[in-house]
Structures are given as structure tokens and as C-alpha cells.
């Protein structure tokens, strides 16, 4: 079946720095992915939608200057956490569609990103 | 996007089988019903998908009435391992790139 990668699985880091997550679609290509946010005991919180090629469109509240998505190929899309705060500290998990499988989407296995 | 209402939590046991309803009564015509599996620091699993009538798989089935309004997940015979969070979705996939926004699931608890 359709596999999304996604890495790291983990990333601690200090207040101030940026962290990159990458999400690549490994069998498949992917014009579009998502980015989730996850808070403990609560549901998924789309982020962002990327699109290979153009600009990400963002969420009503999402800040796009905080959370850089670059989508440059139709496997890969990441996510950059700049000058990271601890209330950044979160569950982030990408997706895409397989356009093999109707449109479901699959999932990376999540980054859990902790701020220091 | 079609809004969907699930049970927040179940209980079940070893051996039962386990039913997740989910209504969505604004379905539209191009919409499929999607659901997924989620364990603690995993992302989302795709469980199965269909349109209407009844889609099995190897792991579950799917029962969806003719009105399309809501849809039945059935997990036969669960185990402990069944325990997590589960999803049902609506949006008109494969026809339609769109975003896709979760609820809140229905949190299953499998016991011994």
C-alpha cells in the first residue's frame, strides 16, 4: 500500500532555533499534502495544505511566517518551525492523497517536536 | 465538507464485536465515507473507505444504508490491540483533491 515517510520521529530543541520536518510520499506522487497538528487527548488540526510547486495555504489562525512549507518536488514536502517557542512543543503529522486508492489519505508516522 | 457526529468513547471486550456509528447527514453526491485508526504518537491509519452498501476487508466492514446519511464501522472480534482512536471521514476523495478536517473520534477501549 501507499507509504508516507516522515522525518524525524522525534526532535527536541531550544527556544529560538528552527526545526525541519520532511514528509515524502514513497510510492506514489502527491501534487498535494497536508500538515496536521495534534495536541494531547485531542483530535488532528489541519495546519496546511502544500502544493507542489506554488504556495502553501494556510489555516484561519495558522501562522504561514512561523510555519514555512515548501513543497518542491511531488514527493516531498517539509515544514519548518522558525524561532520555535515551547508552546510550539506538539505532535506534527503529514499526509497525501493516493490517487490509487480514491483519494484516501495516508499518513507520515508523526513528529513529536519539543521545545526547550 | 460534510460534518460528521461519532460516539466520543466505547467500551468493549476481548472476542466482541465492536460497531462505531457515524452520521453525516449533509453526505453530498460525490462523497465517499473514509475511516482511520489512530494509536498515542502514531499518525492515522486508513481502515477502509466506501460509497454505499457494505465494503469489507481483511479488517473491518464498512455498512453504509442507501440514504448515505450515516455508515457502521464493524471491527469483528477485537483485541486488546484495538484500542484507539477512531475516525470517520466524508469528502468526495479521489474527485476531489480538498482538504480533509477531522472530528473528534470515537476512543475505543478494548479490556480484557
Known amino acids: 500500500g501507499a507509504v508516507v515517510s516522515q522525518h524525524p520521529s522525534w526532535v527536541i530543541c531550544k527556544s529560538g532555533t528552527s526545526v525541519k520536518i520532511e514528509c515524502r510520499s514513497l510510492?506514489?506522487?502527491?501534487?498535494?499534502m497536508f500538515w496536521y497538528r495534534q495536541f494531547p487527548k485531542q483530535s488532528l488540526m489541519l495546519m496546511a495544505t502544500?502544493?507542489?510547486?506554488?504556495?502553501?495555504?494556510?489555516e484561519q489562525g495558522v501562522e504561514k511566517d512561523k510555519f514555512l512549507i515548501n513543497h518542491a518536488s511531488l514527493t516531498l514536502s517539509t515544514l519548518t518551525v522558525t524561532s520555535a517557542h515551547p508552546e510550539d512543543s506538539s505532535f506534527y503529522i503529514c499526509?497525501?492523497?493516493?490517487?490509487?486508492?480514491?483519494?484516501?489519505?495516508?499518513f507520515g508516522n508523526g513528529t513529536r517536536l519539543t521545545v526547550t | 465538507l460534510a460534518k460528521t457526529t461519532q460516539p466520543i468513547s466505547m467500551d468493549s471486550y476481548e472476542g466482541q464485536e465492536v460497531n462505531i456509528t457515524c452520521s453525516h447527514n449533509n453526505i453530498a453526491t460525490n462523497d465517499y465515507i473514509t475511516w482511520y485508526q489512530q494509536f498515542p504518537s502514531q499518525g492515522p491509519r486508513f481502515i477502509i473507505q466506501g460509497y454505499k452498501t457494505k465494503v469489507t476487508n481483511e479488517v473491518a466492514s464498512l455498512f453504509i444504508p442507501a440514504d448515505r446519511k450515516s455508515s457502521t464501522l464493524s471491527l469483528p472480534r477485537v483485541s486488546l490491540s484495538d484500542t484507539a482512536v477512531y475516525y470517520c471521514?466524508?469528502?468526495?476523495?479521489?474527485?476531489?483533491?480538498?482538504?480533509?478536517?477531522f472530528g473528534q473520534g470515537t476512543i475505543l477501549t478494548v479490556h480484557p
Open positions: 471521514l466524508v469528502d468526495a476523495g479521489g474527485t476531489s483533491y480538498g482538504k480533509l478536517t
Open positions: 502544500s502544493n507542489e510547486g506554488s504556495k502553501a495555504t494556510y
Open positions: 510510492d506514489f506522487q502527491a501534487t498535494t
Open positions: 499526509s497525501a492523497r493516493d490517487p490509487a486508492s480514491l483519494g484516501a489519505l495516508h
